[in-house]
């Protein structure tokens, strides 16, 4: 009692947009960017049997940002780091997704301080953001199938690298949570 059996005369019927979103999602490949404690839950995600990654079709972490179109960016980005990571991803293949993993990366956690990127959004465009100090591997496993329904959901076309150039360009231009104006600055006291 397979899928075969229900079709009509054994005829699939779905549209180029469809099956292309089908294919991207089984088949990412992960460009690992580990800075701090939550590569360690990345890494139990990618190794440990409990968390089994294989079933996505991402069971090969990429050291090779060529072959790789997801980049999930673990622990805190500095500033000596921000241009590294960018290079990482411009290296990448299209289409590119990333996953800010932990509150460091995706707002700078506990460090707010002139070392410290304040979210890697400053550095290039994030898709899913991912809490928690660290978040557990059962969090990321659950950004991958959501990240996943926004593979699925991309449309194709002329149309598509404009809305990619204008978002990357938003994110770039933001300024940092720091110069917003509502956070009072603390005096030292000698």
Known sequence: MGLEDKLPSGILLSTVEG????MRKSS???ATFG???CAIEMMAVGSAPKHDIS???MERFSASPRQADLMIVAGRVSQKMAPVLRQI???????KWVIAMGACSSSGGMFNNYA???GVDHVVPVDIYLPGCPPRPEQLMDAIIKLHEIISNTT???NREA????????ALNARPTIQLGNFPLEETHA
Not at 19 to 22: D, I, K, P, R, S
Not at 89 to 95: E, K, N, S
């Open 19 to 22: 099956l292309a979103g089908y």
């Open 28 to 30: 990412l490949w992960p």
């Open 35 to 37: 800075l701090a404690c």
């Open 55 to 57: 079933r996505f079709g």
């Open 89 to 95: 991803y411009d290296q990448m293949t299209a289409p």
């Open 116 to 118: 410290i990127v304040q």
């Open 156 to 158: 194709l076309g002329p």
């Open 163 to 170: 809305v990619i150039k204008e978002v990357e360009k938003a």
